[in-house]
DNA sequence: ACCTGAACACCGTTCAAGT
DNA sequence: ACCTGAACACCGTTCAAGT
């Protein structure tokens, strides 16, 4: 609540600079909040979500177990900034230029997609979490592109609203599913000794054999035929 | 790992009765799964997913603290208990006879996503979690109507998956703008400091004023017009 | 300004023991 | 068969203290 060290509210303070660009020196470097969200990435990429400890995080960065808390207000804060330095978009250089708009939006969500399933804790922890600068970006950019595509204000918002839902929909899922592929093939398993009860998804081995990226891409050029009027 | 007690699986074997309606006697009634789980399920309510704690779970059933893992393996599987019983779907009469399909899986996922956002902890944990008969259930009925419908067997999956994706999303987001709505006046008024950077999604008050029931409705009407053929 | 270890108040889960 | 309390191995975080 009081202002402590190195950040001064409840919301994280974002880092202006470039991430991830520290020189491993021989002796460890001093403990800054750049190095603290790298390898704080680097252990939820290894561990996943359950395995970002406080302790642990403050050992693979060669400092004393509690050093961590005079630049952190708490381990929520990691995971708000671990989370939006994971999410950061240099891209549409050209086709927003040429008026391609459809190109542009389609490669700057496939992007966003794609930089989760990098890092699949991100997927499931970006709806509960603060949206920090580079999601903002992302959803500037996005409503930028459709309104120059010719989405009326009044429907902005809900065109916006219905391409998150569908991209963080399907990359949740995916990154989940992707998590435990056995468990998809157990499921699919028992499915079968219940094929009475469900035949249907049985049958389609709904939970096996799924093109992923196929039905990602086909919804969602579904969702931007029916969103932006066709001119 | 090996079988101990009223379970012999890693996976949480569901209870075949209905739940949640047990007789609050004078005296507390023996401690069951079904007790546990219909306790569980008010507790998450009240409290969200970090206040399900086994101590406190035990203690609002008036049970000896550790009792509770006699009838149940941890607490991962009272979470998969108590997310599927709150999935039950009983519906689809007479639409579903009539051959309105569109009118069967608006209804179906209506509900699916009302139910969630009546226990708002499900929506963020249902993609990690096994699939319990109701959520098969719910595919099940998805998949017999799509194929009722015209969708051919081959874009059967991907219609289904598709389809969830975009009810999952729409449903986590919801149900966690919902548990912060101080959080995102917050976040748009930081957003009205930072206008210069974020002027389109900042004018459009993105963070505001939103008919989340009218955006699904509209994204999934156009999903289901893309995927299932017209005749 | 920056780091540290000891200590506190929790957790989930195990286990030997009760009825 | 069903329940219990004590105990273990952790956690996040506070705090007084160091440099």
New interface residues.
């Given amino acids: 609540m009081a202002a402590k060290g190195g950040s001064q509210g409840k919301?994280p303070q974002w880092p202006t600079g470039p991430l991830l660009s520290m020189q491993e020196t021989g002796s460890e470097p001093a403990l800054s909040i750049e190095r603290i969200v790298a390898t704080a990435v680097e252990l939820l990429d290894a561990e996943g979500v359950g395995g970002l400890k406080m302790r642990r995080l403050a050992d693979r960065l060669g400092a004393g177990a509690m050093s961590l808390y005079w630049h952190v207000d708490n381990k929520e804060q990691v995971f708000d900034l671990a989370l939006d330095s994971v999410l950061e978009y240099r891209g549409t250089p050209q086709s927003i230029e040429a008026g391609d708009w459809r190109g542009a939006i389609f490669h700057m969500l496939e992007d966003w997609r794609a930089s989760m399933l990098r890092h699949p804790w991100s997927a499931?922890l970006l709806?509960?979490r603060?949206?920090g600068?580079n999601i903002?970006?992302r959803?500037?950019l996005l409503?930028?592109v459709l309104?120059r595509a010719g989405v009326e204000?009044a429907d902005?918002?809900?065109a916006?609203?219905?391409l998150?839902?569908?991209?963080?929909?399907?990359t949740?899922?995916r990154a989940?599913f992707n998590l435990s592929d056995e468990?998809m093939l157990?499921?699919q398993q028992?499915?079968a000794h219940?094929s009475a009860?469900?035949?249907?998804?049985e049958r389609?081995?709904?939970?096996l054999?799924?093109?992923?990226d196929?039905?990602?891409r086909?919804?969602l050029?579904?969702?931007l035929?029916?969103?932006v009027p066709s001119r």
Avoid at 164 to 170: D, F, S
């Fill in positions: 919301r499931s709806p509960r603060a949206l600068p903002l970006g959803l500037e409503g930028r309104s204000e902005l918002n809900g916006i609203w219905s998150w839902n569908y991209v963080m929909g399907a949740i899922t989940n468990d157990a499921g028992r499915l219940l009860q469900y035949p249907t998804i389609a081995r709904l939970l054999d799924n093109d992923w196929g039905v990602f086909k919804g050029g579904l969702l035929d029916g969103l």
